[in-house]
């Protein structure tokens, strides 16, 4: 009986040892090259919110999309009043650290001055160093956006280094400005799809941020009349 035991509680330890295929980790050499990856400075492509009272990560990006609401949903009331929007599309980043689990990675970055404060990424269902590449390339640039897209329009690519909307911007242009828009509304006009853009009005509503604004300074609308940027509502 005891030995029959103690086969049961080898063979359990086994499989504890052995991660399941949906819970795939990097391995040593990868991990070390996804650290070189990260290192010097970077430019955020996508909005990276805060929550300095707990540490954790709010945005979740996968190797094939982002994702800003899963953990902003779950915030409890006590620690909502926490998330501040700090960093956005262009920010520069720079000293990032990768804490590693199992098929995620947290991205643990320090912003340049003026926003000398810390944000964390989440990147999950990474199971190989491609699929961290694809999730990096979704969140960093090495070189300011404006400088990583030189087949832009020289126009568009002062405006963005100057946080400057612009009539003409594709989506993707505005959004290396302001962001992800809050809300998305998708209509019609004479046969022409048309988009309109609500941008975040406000940061959040901590104060403990140097050199920060609760105001975003944003536009209240932008309207994309066949993918381009036609009006802009102050």
């Known amino acids: 009986m005891a030995m029959k035991t103690l086969a049961l509680l080898g063979a359990a330890l086994v499989a504890m040892a052995i991660p399941s295929p949906g819970l795939a980790q990097l391995n040593p050499a990868d991990r070390e090259a996804a650290s070189k990856m990260v290192e010097g400075r970077l430019y955020l492509k996508i909005d990276a919110p805060c929550d300095h009272g707990r540490e954790v990560p709010m945005v979740e990006v996968s190797p094939a999309s982002v994702n800003l609401e899963t953990k902003i949903s779950e915030l409890t009331p006590e620690d909502r009043p926490n998330l501040f929007w700090r960093f956005g599309p262009n920010d520069a980043a720079q000293g990032t650290v990768l804490r590693f689990g199992l098929d995620r990675i ?22 190989t160093l491609d ?31 100057a946080r400057r909307l612009i009539e003409g911007m ?63 509502e102050k």
Request: proline share 9%; no cysteine; glycine share 6%.
């Open 106 to 127: 947290r991205v643990w970055s320090e912003g340049l001055p003026p926003k000398r404060d810390q944000f964390m990424i989440e990147f999950v269902k990474i199971k």
């Open 131 to 161: 699929d961290f590449k694809k999730a990096f390339d979704l969140t960093f640039s090495r070189v300011p956006l404006q400088d990583a897209n030189p087949e832009w329009p020289a126009e568009v690519r002062q405006a963005i280094a």
């Open 170 to 232: 594709t989506p993707e242009q505005a959004r290396a400005v302001i962001g992800a828009p809050t809300r998305v509304e998708a209509s019609e006009e004479a046969g022409t799809p048309v988009e309109t853009w609500y941008p975040r009005q406000e940061n959040g509503v901590r104060k403990v941020f140097k050199n920060a604004s609760l105001t975003t300074g944003f536009p209240k609308s932008l309207k994309f009349v066949g993918g381009k940027l036609a009006a802009v």
